[in-house]
């Protein structure tokens, strides 16, 4: 229990939500701050505390006003049913919020204008949250969904462009049912911004993934997935193809034809240890 405890630690308020609090005491929407604080609190303490039962090593627990954001030291190298479980533990919490409300509500424990309040924060941070757009959960989703099937840099590549046409199609929505919202518009300022910081950070991103590869952190293999390249490919070309939950045995043709194969823990001891970021793949041939 303690242990669970301490991730109240790990908490944090992003400044956008400071924003909205502040927005909420000048216009003395307290009840409305109480309840949006309590549902996107509960979200994200679903996200963490699953995140936790798995031992991942959470580093922050950042609250927004439509849910968090958890910053883990994982880098897509746990299994993608671990990852699917945590994301979804923040919207499952809003389905118990709401039986609970409508039970306060049926026995009159709360007014029916509180009620409907509390369903309107509870539904729309619940709808907010599975747009397919990063960093939301649907976003999450999205990768995990491209993770299935594509190397990791071309899943996160292609989840960053889907969030970009959804996120244009979400503006277009607001510019015309509600563009004179402001807290929507601080809300998607926001989404653009992380949208471009992933993007910017991509390569670094990919790297941390093959370097917690290389330190033996890959926590689940779903299959064994060869991976054929020509002698002339460069290592780090090869290193791109790698994906989540998949052991990757290098096959090495020349001409079309097999000369040789190595385990990618070989590939990867050549290019974090021995520095070869330039050689190419048959460089390792010749070597051992």
């Not at 479980?85 to 204008?113: E, K, M, R, Y």
């Not at 290389?214 to 054929?228: A, E, H, M, R």
Request: proline fraction near 2%; aromatic fraction near 16%; include cysteine.
């Amino acid at each position: 229990m303690n242990n669970y405890l301490s991730l109240l630690q790990k908490i944090h308020i992003h400044p956008l939500l400071w924003v909205m609090i502040g927005i909420s005491v000048l216009t003395a929407n307290f009840k409305t701050l109480f309840l949006l604080m309590l549902i996107v609190f509960i979200h994200e303490m679903g996200h963490a505390i699953s995140a936790h039962f798995f031992s991942w090593r959470i580093k922050t627990v950042m609250l927004l006003p439509f849910g968090g954001v958890a910053e883990v030291d994982e880098h897509g190298n746990r299994s993608l049913k671990q990852e699917f479980i945590v994301v979804l533990s923040g919207p499952i919490q809003h389905l118990w919020l709401q039986g609970t409300a409508h039970l306060l509500f049926v026995t009159n424990v709360v007014n029916v204008d509180d009620y409907h309040l509390f369903t309107f924060y509870n539904v729309s941070i619940l709808l907010f949250n599975l747009l397919p757009v990063w960093p939301l959960d649907g976003g999450k989703l999205l990768f995990i969904l491209f993770s299935n099937y594509l190397p990791f840099k071309k899943a996160h590549f292609y989840m960053i462009v889907s969030s970009i046409c959804f996120l244009f199609l979400y503006v277009l929505v607001i510019l015309i049912f509600s563009s004179n919202f402001l807290n929507m518009w601080i809300i998607t300022t926001f989404l653009i911004y992380s949208l471009y910081h992933e993007y910017k950070n991509r390569m670094y991103g990919t790297l941390r993934f093959l370097m917690e590869r290389y330190y033996g952190k890959q926590d689940t293999i779903n299959q064994l997935k060869p991976i054929v390249v020509d002698e002339s490919e460069l290592i780090y070309h090869v290193l791109l193809q790698f994906q989540r939950g998949c052991k990757h045995l290098i096959v090495i043709e020349r001409n079309g034809t097999k000369i040789s194969e190595m385990d990618e823990n070989e590939l990867l001891h050549a290019f974090f240890a021995n520095k070869l970021t330039d050689s190419k793949i048959g460089d390792l041939v010749y070597a051992y």
